[in-house]
Protein backbone atom coordinates (compact mmCIF):
# COMPACT_ATOMS: atom_id res chain seq x y z
CA UNK A 1 0.00 0.00 0.00
CA UNK A 2 1.44 3.53 -0.72
CA UNK A 3 1.90 6.53 1.58
CA UNK A 4 -0.47 8.38 -0.51
CA UNK A 5 -3.20 6.06 -0.68
CA UNK A 6 -3.09 5.73 2.82
CA UNK A 7 -3.43 9.18 3.47
CA UNK A 8 -5.82 9.63 0.86
CA UNK A 9 -7.98 7.03 3.03
CA UNK A 10 -7.30 8.79 6.18
CA UNK A 11 -8.15 12.09 4.85
CA UNK A 12 -11.22 10.40 3.76
CA UNK A 13 -12.09 8.80 7.44
CA UNK A 14 -11.46 11.76 9.29
CA UNK A 15 -13.88 14.26 6.97
CA UNK A 16 -16.64 11.45 7.74
CA UNK A 17 -16.09 11.15 11.03
CA UNK A 18 -16.05 15.23 11.14
CA UNK A 19 -19.16 15.27 8.63
CA UNK A 20 -21.11 12.74 11.61
CA UNK A 21 -19.96 14.26 14.97
CA UNK A 22 -22.52 17.13 15.11
CA UNK A 23 -25.16 14.33 14.51
CA UNK A 24 -23.77 12.69 18.17
CA UNK A 25 -22.94 16.16 19.46
CA UNK A 26 -26.35 17.67 18.81
CA UNK A 27 -28.82 15.64 21.21
CA UNK A 28 -26.27 15.80 24.19
CA UNK A 29 -26.26 19.57 23.75
CA UNK A 30 -29.62 19.30 23.52
CA UNK A 31 -30.25 16.96 26.68
CA UNK A 32 -27.82 19.52 28.55
CA UNK A 33 -29.52 22.64 27.39
CA UNK A 34 -33.11 21.00 28.29
CA UNK A 35 -35.59 22.77 28.31
CA UNK A 36 -35.57 24.71 25.19
CA UNK A 37 -39.38 24.97 24.56
CA UNK A 38 -42.41 24.86 26.65
CA UNK A 39 -43.04 21.43 28.84
CA UNK A 40 -47.03 20.05 28.74
CA UNK A 41 -48.10 18.92 31.90
CA UNK A 42 -51.23 16.73 30.55
CA UNK A 43 -54.05 16.28 33.18
CA UNK A 44 -56.33 13.50 32.88
CA UNK A 45 -59.57 15.52 33.96
CA UNK A 46 -61.37 18.56 33.44
CA UNK A 47 -60.56 21.86 34.76
CA UNK A 48 -61.16 22.57 38.26
CA UNK A 49 -60.76 19.06 39.43
CA UNK A 50 -57.77 18.36 42.39
CA UNK A 51 -55.17 17.53 39.97
CA UNK A 52 -55.71 20.40 37.41
CA UNK A 53 -55.34 22.42 40.33
CA UNK A 54 -52.26 20.47 41.46
CA UNK A 55 -50.89 20.65 37.80
CA UNK A 56 -51.47 24.28 37.99
CA UNK A 57 -50.05 25.52 41.27
CA UNK A 58 -46.67 23.63 40.61
CA UNK A 59 -46.37 23.52 36.94
CA UNK A 60 -46.51 27.62 37.78
CA UNK A 61 -43.40 27.47 39.62
CA UNK A 62 -41.62 24.79 37.74
CA UNK A 63 -41.51 27.20 34.89
CA UNK A 64 -40.22 30.25 37.01
CA UNK A 65 -37.26 27.46 37.89
CA UNK A 66 -36.44 25.95 34.66
CA UNK A 67 -37.03 29.42 32.64
CA UNK A 68 -39.41 27.86 30.20
CA UNK A 69 -43.47 27.72 30.24
CA UNK A 70 -45.53 24.49 31.63
CA UNK A 71 -48.20 24.35 29.71
CA UNK A 72 -51.89 22.19 31.68
CA UNK A 73 -53.69 20.40 28.85
CA UNK A 74 -56.81 18.62 30.36
CA UNK A 75 -57.70 15.55 28.44
CA UNK A 76 -60.56 13.89 30.02
CA UNK A 77 -62.49 10.41 29.54
CA UNK A 78 -62.25 7.14 30.28
CA UNK A 79 -62.53 7.57 34.02
CA UNK A 80 -58.61 9.26 33.69
CA UNK A 81 -57.45 6.84 31.19
CA UNK A 82 -57.21 8.71 28.24
CA UNK A 83 -54.59 10.92 29.67
CA UNK A 84 -52.19 8.26 30.23
CA UNK A 85 -53.07 6.62 27.02
CA UNK A 86 -52.51 9.83 25.18
CA UNK A 87 -48.48 10.57 26.96
CA UNK A 88 -47.33 6.92 26.15
CA UNK A 89 -47.90 7.69 22.12
CA UNK A 90 -45.50 11.22 22.89
CA UNK A 91 -42.06 11.55 22.19
CA UNK A 92 -39.84 10.70 25.57
CA UNK A 93 -37.93 13.52 25.44
CA UNK A 94 -38.80 15.15 28.45
CA UNK A 95 -41.52 17.86 26.93
CA UNK A 96 -44.88 15.49 27.59
CA UNK A 97 -45.24 14.81 30.89
CA UNK A 98 -48.06 13.06 32.82
CA UNK A 99 -49.86 14.69 36.18
CA UNK A 100 -51.01 11.03 37.55
CA UNK A 101 -53.72 10.09 40.25
CA UNK A 102 -54.16 6.96 41.90
CA UNK A 103 -56.88 5.92 40.03
CA UNK A 104 -55.19 6.32 36.82
CA UNK A 105 -51.60 4.48 38.24
CA UNK A 106 -53.10 2.14 40.68
CA UNK A 107 -56.63 1.38 40.75
CA UNK A 108 -57.04 1.14 37.06
CA UNK A 109 -54.32 -1.69 37.16
CA UNK A 110 -56.17 -3.32 39.81
CA UNK A 111 -59.36 -3.00 37.83
CA UNK A 112 -59.16 -3.43 34.10
CA UNK A 113 -57.06 -5.72 32.66
CA UNK A 114 -56.31 -4.65 29.28
CA UNK A 115 -55.25 -0.83 29.69
CA UNK A 116 -53.29 -0.12 27.13
CA UNK A 117 -50.20 1.11 29.21
CA UNK A 118 -48.26 -0.02 31.91
CA UNK A 119 -48.16 2.51 34.97
CA UNK A 120 -45.12 0.47 36.26
CA UNK A 121 -43.51 -0.26 33.08
CA UNK A 122 -45.10 3.01 30.53
CA UNK A 123 -44.08 5.09 32.82
CA UNK A 124 -41.16 6.30 35.27
CA UNK A 125 -41.67 8.48 38.43
CA UNK A 126 -40.60 12.00 38.07
CA UNK A 127 -41.81 13.82 41.36
CA UNK A 128 -45.29 13.30 44.16
CA UNK A 129 -46.80 15.91 44.44
CA UNK A 130 -49.06 15.34 47.64
CA UNK A 131 -50.85 12.30 49.45
CA UNK A 132 -53.67 12.59 51.25
CA UNK A 133 -57.50 11.40 52.42
CA UNK A 134 -60.56 11.63 50.89
CA UNK A 135 -63.32 13.39 52.41
CA UNK A 136 -67.29 12.22 52.29
CA UNK A 137 -69.94 15.14 51.52
CA UNK A 138 -73.20 15.04 51.65
CA UNK A 139 -76.07 17.88 50.82
CA UNK A 140 -76.36 20.62 53.24
CA UNK A 141 -79.80 19.97 53.69
CA UNK A 142 -80.13 16.63 54.24
CA UNK A 143 -81.07 15.80 57.85
CA UNK A 144 -78.23 13.43 58.83
CA UNK A 145 -75.78 14.44 61.36
CA UNK A 146 -73.32 11.99 61.25
CA UNK A 147 -72.31 9.00 59.21
CA UNK A 148 -74.38 6.26 60.95
CA UNK A 149 -77.37 8.12 60.47
CA UNK A 150 -77.03 8.55 57.23
CA UNK A 151 -76.22 5.40 56.46
CA UNK A 152 -79.27 5.02 57.78
CA UNK A 153 -81.29 7.76 55.97
CA UNK A 154 -79.96 6.13 52.61
CA UNK A 155 -80.91 2.67 53.27
CA UNK A 156 -84.40 4.46 53.75
CA UNK A 157 -84.75 6.34 50.72
CA UNK A 158 -83.17 3.74 48.31
CA UNK A 159 -84.41 6.23 45.25
CA UNK A 160 -82.57 8.56 46.52
CA UNK A 161 -79.08 6.76 47.13
CA UNK A 162 -76.68 7.58 44.24
CA UNK A 163 -73.48 9.22 44.33
CA UNK A 164 -71.19 11.02 42.22
CA UNK A 165 -67.52 9.72 41.13
CA UNK A 166 -65.33 11.28 38.18
CA UNK A 167 -62.52 8.37 38.57
CA UNK A 168 -62.27 4.66 39.88
CA UNK A 169 -60.30 5.76 42.83
CA UNK A 170 -63.19 7.24 43.95
CA UNK A 171 -65.93 4.18 42.91
CA UNK A 172 -64.16 2.01 44.89
CA UNK A 173 -63.51 3.63 47.98
CA UNK A 174 -67.54 4.28 47.79
CA UNK A 175 -68.31 0.57 46.96
CA UNK A 176 -65.42 -0.29 50.14
CA UNK A 177 -68.02 1.88 52.56
CA UNK A 178 -70.90 0.24 50.90
CA UNK A 179 -69.46 -3.51 51.64
CA UNK A 180 -68.83 -2.48 54.88
CA UNK A 181 -71.89 -0.77 55.60
CA UNK A 182 -74.64 -2.48 53.43
CA UNK A 183 -75.71 1.34 52.17
CA UNK A 184 -77.47 1.19 49.08
CA UNK A 185 -76.09 3.93 46.27
CA UNK A 186 -76.02 3.96 42.30
CA UNK A 187 -72.96 5.41 41.10
CA UNK A 188 -73.56 8.72 38.83
CA UNK A 189 -70.61 9.65 36.69
CA UNK A 190 -69.10 12.80 36.39
CA UNK A 191 -66.18 14.41 34.51
CA UNK A 192 -64.21 16.24 37.46
CA UNK A 193 -64.13 16.32 41.53
CA UNK A 194 -65.44 19.51 41.21
CA UNK A 195 -68.84 18.86 39.10
CA UNK A 196 -69.10 15.67 42.17
CA UNK A 197 -69.09 18.34 44.40
CA UNK A 198 -71.33 20.97 42.56
CA UNK A 199 -73.62 17.86 42.03
CA UNK A 200 -74.65 17.38 45.72
CA UNK A 201 -74.65 20.81 46.47
CA UNK A 202 -77.30 20.49 43.32
CA UNK A 203 -79.21 17.93 45.14
CA UNK A 204 -78.53 15.43 42.04
CA UNK A 205 -76.59 13.59 43.73
CA UNK A 206 -76.91 12.62 48.02
CA UNK A 207 -73.00 12.05 48.23
CA UNK A 208 -69.54 11.91 47.18
CA UNK A 209 -66.19 10.88 48.43
CA UNK A 210 -64.02 13.35 47.11
CA UNK A 211 -60.47 14.99 46.95
CA UNK A 212 -59.98 18.08 49.36
CA UNK A 213 -59.14 20.16 46.98
CA UNK A 214 -62.32 21.08 45.47
CA UNK A 215 -64.17 19.85 48.81
CA UNK A 216 -62.97 21.64 51.62
CA UNK A 217 -63.54 25.25 50.47
CA UNK A 218 -67.37 23.96 50.07
CA UNK A 219 -67.12 22.47 53.09
CA UNK A 220 -65.87 25.36 54.87
CA UNK A 221 -68.59 27.67 53.30
CA UNK A 222 -71.23 25.58 54.37
CA UNK A 223 -72.61 24.44 51.04
CA UNK A 224 -71.92 20.82 52.08
CA UNK A 225 -71.40 18.84 54.85
CA UNK A 226 -68.42 16.93 55.77
CA UNK A 227 -69.40 13.46 57.17
CA UNK A 228 -65.96 11.31 57.56
CA UNK A 229 -62.24 11.91 56.11
CA UNK A 230 -60.92 8.40 55.05
CA UNK A 231 -58.37 6.69 57.29
CA UNK A 232 -57.82 6.46 61.18
CA UNK A 233 -56.74 10.24 61.16
CA UNK A 234 -58.45 13.78 60.80
CA UNK A 235 -57.73 16.47 58.32
CA UNK A 236 -55.80 19.19 60.18
CA UNK A 237 -57.78 21.86 57.92
CA UNK A 238 -61.15 19.62 59.17
CA UNK A 239 -60.28 18.98 62.66
CA UNK A 240 -64.31 19.25 63.20
CA UNK A 241 -64.90 15.83 61.17
CA UNK A 242 -64.03 12.50 62.41
CA UNK A 243 -61.86 9.62 60.53
CA UNK A 244 -63.96 6.70 59.07
CA UNK A 245 -62.26 4.99 62.51
CA UNK A 246 -63.97 7.71 64.45
CA UNK A 247 -67.16 6.58 62.71
CA UNK A 248 -67.21 3.31 63.36
CA UNK A 249 -65.81 2.09 59.58
CA UNK A 250 -61.53 1.52 60.49
CA UNK A 251 -61.06 -0.63 57.42
CA UNK A 252 -62.22 2.08 55.02
CA UNK A 253 -58.60 3.23 54.87
CA UNK A 254 -57.84 4.96 51.63
CA UNK A 255 -55.25 7.08 50.87
CA UNK A 256 -54.75 8.19 47.52
CA UNK A 257 -51.79 10.12 45.98
CA UNK A 258 -50.79 12.56 42.73
CA UNK A 259 -47.60 12.20 40.93
CA UNK A 260 -45.93 13.56 37.99
CA UNK A 261 -44.55 10.98 35.43
CA UNK A 262 -42.60 11.02 32.09
CA UNK A 263 -42.83 8.26 29.13
CA UNK A 264 -40.36 5.57 29.88
CA UNK A 265 -37.39 5.99 28.53
CA UNK A 266 -36.93 9.76 29.11
CA UNK A 267 -33.10 10.95 28.91
CA UNK A 268 -31.53 10.91 32.14
CA UNK A 269 -30.28 14.19 31.96
CA UNK A 270 -33.73 15.59 31.24
CA UNK A 271 -35.47 13.66 33.99
CA UNK A 272 -32.46 14.54 36.82
CA UNK A 273 -33.38 18.51 35.58
CA UNK A 274 -37.11 17.59 36.62
CA UNK A 275 -36.86 15.96 39.35
CA UNK A 276 -35.01 18.42 40.70
CA UNK A 277 -37.36 21.20 39.64
CA UNK A 278 -40.11 19.69 40.42
CA UNK A 279 -39.11 18.76 44.26
CA UNK A 280 -37.82 22.22 44.16
CA UNK A 281 -41.45 23.83 43.48
CA UNK A 282 -43.38 21.48 45.76
CA UNK A 283 -41.02 22.22 48.66
CA UNK A 284 -40.97 25.94 47.31
CA UNK A 285 -42.94 27.68 51.00
CA UNK A 286 -45.15 29.66 48.76
CA UNK A 287 -46.18 26.39 46.78
CA UNK A 288 -46.09 24.16 49.84
CA UNK A 289 -48.44 26.11 51.92
CA UNK A 290 -51.17 26.04 49.46
CA UNK A 291 -51.21 22.47 48.86
CA UNK A 292 -51.18 22.30 52.83
CA UNK A 293 -54.51 24.60 52.53
CA UNK A 294 -55.66 22.25 50.37
CA UNK A 295 -55.91 19.46 52.50
CA UNK A 296 -52.93 17.37 51.23
CA UNK A 297 -49.49 16.61 52.37
CA UNK A 298 -46.94 18.15 49.66
CA UNK A 299 -44.56 15.32 48.29
CA UNK A 300 -43.81 12.36 50.25
CA UNK A 301 -41.40 9.83 48.46
CA UNK A 302 -38.46 9.84 46.44
CA UNK A 303 -38.69 8.14 43.12
CA UNK A 304 -38.09 5.20 44.09
CA UNK A 305 -39.91 5.16 47.24
CA UNK A 306 -42.96 6.16 44.84
CA UNK A 307 -42.11 3.14 42.51
CA UNK A 308 -42.29 0.88 45.10
CA UNK A 309 -45.56 2.41 46.51
CA UNK A 310 -47.46 2.39 42.97
CA UNK A 311 -46.84 -1.23 42.79
CA UNK A 312 -48.29 -1.71 46.46
CA UNK A 313 -51.24 0.51 45.52
CA UNK A 314 -51.88 -2.25 42.68
CA UNK A 315 -51.58 -5.39 44.86
CA UNK A 316 -53.54 -4.02 47.85
CA UNK A 317 -56.40 -2.43 45.31
CA UNK A 318 -56.60 -5.64 43.70
CA UNK A 319 -57.55 -7.35 46.95
CA UNK A 320 -59.83 -4.72 47.70
CA UNK A 321 -61.95 -5.84 44.36
CA UNK A 322 -61.37 -9.28 44.78
CA UNK A 323 -62.89 -9.16 48.15
CA UNK A 324 -65.50 -6.75 47.70
CA UNK A 325 -66.44 -8.57 44.12
CA UNK A 326 -66.48 -5.26 42.53
CA UNK A 327 -66.84 -5.41 38.65
CA UNK A 328 -66.22 -1.98 36.52
CA UNK A 329 -67.39 -1.44 33.37
CA UNK A 330 -64.60 -0.24 30.56
Known amino acids: MSVGHFTRRSILSAATMLATAPAVIAPARAQSDFPTRPIRLVVGFAAGGGNDIFARLVGAKVSEILGQPVVVENKPGAGGRLAPEYVTQQPADGYTLFVGPSGAMAVAAAI ?5 YSPTKSFVPVAMIAHFPLIMVIGADNPSKNLKEFIAWMKAHPDKANYGSSSPAFTITTELLKL ?6 TMIPYKSSNEMI ?22 KAGKVKALAVTGAERSSLLPDVPSMAEAGYPSVDVHLWSGVFAPMGAPAPALAKLRKAFNDAIHDPGVSSKLSAMAVDPGGATPDQFEKLIQSDIAKFADVVKAANLKFED
Open 180 to 185: KTGMPG
Open 112 to 116: YHDLK
Open 198 to 219: LSVIQGQTAMTIADGPPTVPQV
